[in-house]
């Protein structure tokens, strides 16, 4: 099917990543490589983000992910970001970060580049 112009509409990319321990240096280097991973693969910028939705496993507790992009991602400060806890399901993939990017773009749902780190690709093997 042929891409046509869609104009600029909200697209959702999911993200997600794992982490070695629960060290706040850890969680932040994971957060930061999963959401400059996620702009570089698929080109926008902090000022086109409408908000962002983040969740993590029930044993990683030393730091929201919010706060990592906050501090240390320019322009990340104004976008409206939501920390949550994912459901405890037995079998899950533990020490894991997940986010949703609402971001305003013009691609078509096929294009987007959805990003699965680490031990997280195993979530969306068919994405890679």
Not at 21 to 40: F, K
Not at 76 to 95: I, K, N, T
């Amino acid at each position: 099917m042929e891409n046509q112009a869609l104009g600029w509409r909200l697209c959702g990319i999911r993200g997600a990543t794992t982490v070695s321990d629960n060290g706040i240096a850890t969680v932040e280097q994971a957060v930061l490589e999963l959401l400059t991973t996620m702009q570089e693969r698929n080109h926008f910028a902090a000022s086109e983000i409408s908000s962002a939705i983040f969740t993590t496993t029930p044993d990683l507790t030393t730091i929201f992910p919010s706060q990592v992009a906050r501090k240390y991602l320019p322009g990340w400060e104004y976008v409206p970001l939501l920390d949550l806890a994912q459901l405890p399901v037995h079998g899950s993939l533990p020490s894991c970060i997940r986010v949703l990017l609402q971001v305003n773009c013009e691609k078509a749902q096929a294009d987007i580049h959805h990003v699965y780190l680490r031990s997280a690709q195993n979530l969306r093997p068919d994405l890679l």
